[in-house]
């Protein structure tokens, strides 16, 4: 069993930064496929970013150039900076984790970002 919790959403203005952490349990997390999704008023959950067990980066082209996912293996931690925030990057955000690499099999519980104008 995994245990992801977000933090570090918040209320913010266009154009502003957050950085969002997913912490895991786990003794293996350095093996975990790690992912970021956001689910926004009214929509369907959808995929922000990912970062494999070896670091490789994947972005929605959405948030390409603005988001960035990194991982710090010692502290079992996943991270997402969200630079030049925009009104329609307003979700909940959640991390998930890709134990087998099959499918993302944990979720952590989600944590708010609200971008204003």
């Known amino acids: 069993q995994v245990q992801l919790v977000e933090s570090g959403g918040g209320l913010v203005r266009a154009g502003d930064s957050l950085r969002l952490s997913c912490a895991a349990s786990?003794?293996?997390?350095?093996?975990?496929?790690m992912g970021w999704f956001r689910q926004a008023p009214g929509k369907e959950r959808e995929f922000v970013a990912s970062?494999?067990?070896?670091?490789?980066?994947t972005y929605a082209d959405s948030v390409k150039g603005r988001f960035a996912i990194s991982r710090d293996n010692a502290k079992n931690t996943v991270y997402l900076q969200m630079n030049s925030l925009k009104p329609e990057d307003t979700a909940v955000y959640y991390c998930?984790?890709?134990?087998?690499?099959?499918?993302?099999?944990?979720w952590g519980q989600g944590t708010q970002v609200t971008v204003s104008l």
């Open positions: 786990g003794r293996t997390f350095s093996r975990y496929h």
């Open positions: 970062i494999s067990r070896s670091g490789g980066t």
């Open positions: 998930a984790a890709d134990v087998d690499g099959l499918t993302y099999d944990y």
